[in-house]
């Protein structure tokens, strides 16, 4: 069954266990590499080892960082009082592409799964409520996904987090920009009725 | 090969490559199927809707060499409800894997759909749903065959007897007679709650959650029938170690 000399077939195998990456494009992404210049693949065979060792989680936030805590936490030009909660450190690279917001962070590192039976103690649930203790933060905006994991996360916090007087926001959920509201489907388009603001 | 029609609802739903997913569907003509639903994590997908957790509706699936694909799909109902309430999503995550774990793939069983998308309704409305959950895994073992014992001995079959406790591996209660012979791993139940384990059989799923219930009951009855359903899969189930965090049992 195996038509490839060894090394080959074992670059890709490894290929294909990365996300998105089926065996045809492992395949295509192995010749692809077997055809470059040493140079080229050393290259990135060392950027991928120095990404994996250099990098760590702040302690604080929990975002992806070469120093803990990270450059965003020691900012202190940001808005101290308003936390911002997402699911993985790549949402915080989104949010930070808006430019639109200028607070704190924190990455849960994953949404609770009612149906994987991923619950609170499996997040950073309860270092989160740590940093809400000092009394500081005035507004949490709840950033989950828009999926069910999404929206248990997001009311499991509100749920402990309200009773300590602290505001809880979360993103609107609604149209996308651009969009044709006669191909927009129900649920999206029911969830706008409801998140109508006045103009 | 080809294109076919169904109706169902979204048992579950996982991520698969960049923006699809694979969802699980158990639907009225079909039993349960699988098929991938390109593009539906996009947000402009129309199929992102549609593909929800626990959303009943029509499909237009194509059957193909590899994984069937949902080609086009309609909302029924999307019982959003079920997904605003934390509680509520727990319980039907559980009714879920439930149906999930103990159906096979592609095995018509029109009854349990129809009843599933009963007590789905019924869960929808209802503001606490511990015995309407009962009644639901009472009712759903029956239909799988796995029907506890509880008017007789499950071991001499006596009718007439003093319960000992119930026995997952015996499959129902067992009489004090019997089980002084031989003695077996027993879960606590008391006499009051296996008089409402036998009525919870028959009651109407609709107005099961208006009668009395305390803790204590909902904490021995809850704990035994998850034992037995956990028995009978052989499995632990990840959605009731959720419902469980959040119910605060200890
Ligand atoms: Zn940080
Ligand atoms: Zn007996």
Known sequence: MNYYPKPMSKLIKELSKLPGIGPKTAQRLAFYLFESSRDEVLKLASAMVEAKESLKFCDLCGHLTQDSPCQLCRDQSRDQQTLCVVEEPKDVIALEKTR?????????????????????????ISKLLQRLQTGEIREVILACDPDMEGEATALYLARIIKPMQIKVTRLARGLPIGGDLEYIDEVTLSKAIEGRQEI | MGLYRSEGIILRSRVFGEADKIITIFTKEKGKIEAVARGARRPRSRLVGATQQFTYLKALVFEGKGLDQLSQAEIVRSFAVLRDDLIKMAYASWWSELLDVFLP?????????????????????????????????????????????????????????????????????????????????????????????????????????????????EIEIGRLLFAFIEYRADKPFKSLSFLQSLLCWE
Request: charged share 25%; with cysteine.
């Open chain 2, 105 to 217: 793939l592609e095995e018509v069983n029109s009854d349990v759909f129809l009843f599933y998308l009963a007590g789905l309704l019924v869960l929808e409305k209802v503001q606490e749903p511990a015995l309407v959950s009962r009644a639901f895994e009472l009712r759903f073992l029956k239909y799988l065959g796995y029907e506890p014992v509880l008017d007789s001995c499950a071991r001499c079959g006596r009718d007439s007897f003093v319960s000992a406790g119930f026995s997952s591996e015996e499959g129902g209660v067992i009489c004090q007679r019997c089980y002084q012979d031989k003695p077996v791993k027993l879960i606590p139940l008391s006499g009051s709650n296996l008089q409402l384990l036998k009525e919870l059989y028959q009651a109407d799923l609709r107005i099961v959650h208006r009668w009395d219930l305390d803790l204590a009951s």
């Open chain 1, 100 to 124: 639109e917001f200028r607070g704190k962070y924190h990455v849960l590192h994953g949404a609770l799964s009612p149906l994987e039976g991923i619950g609170p103690e499996d997040l950073t």
